[in-house]
């Protein structure tokens, strides 16, 4: 991912999957329930819950924490 703030948030799982193989994490979120997205350099990217729990799903991805 680039350095420069990304304005719409991700909404496909394979956008995710993107981040996720570039070394970004899915992390738990500041409020219950929540997921938040992390990219290679732990600065948060604006992503949909159902991208981010699709791809946390996925059995093939590392750095994703349940």
């Not at 970004?24 to 500041?30: A, E, N, Q, S």
């Not at 938040?36 to 924490?65: C, E, H, M, N, Y």
């Amino acid at each position: 991912m680039s350095t420069t703030a990304r304005q719409n948030p991700l909404t496909k799982k394979s956008q995710v999957l993107q981040v996720l193989n570039a070394g970004g994490r899915i992390v738990t979120g500041h409020r219950p329930g929540l997921l938040q997205l992390l990219d290679a350099d732990d600065s948060p990217i604006p992503a949909w819950q159902t991208a981010l729990k699709a791809a946390r799903a996925s059995p093939t991805q590392s750095g994703v924490f349940p």
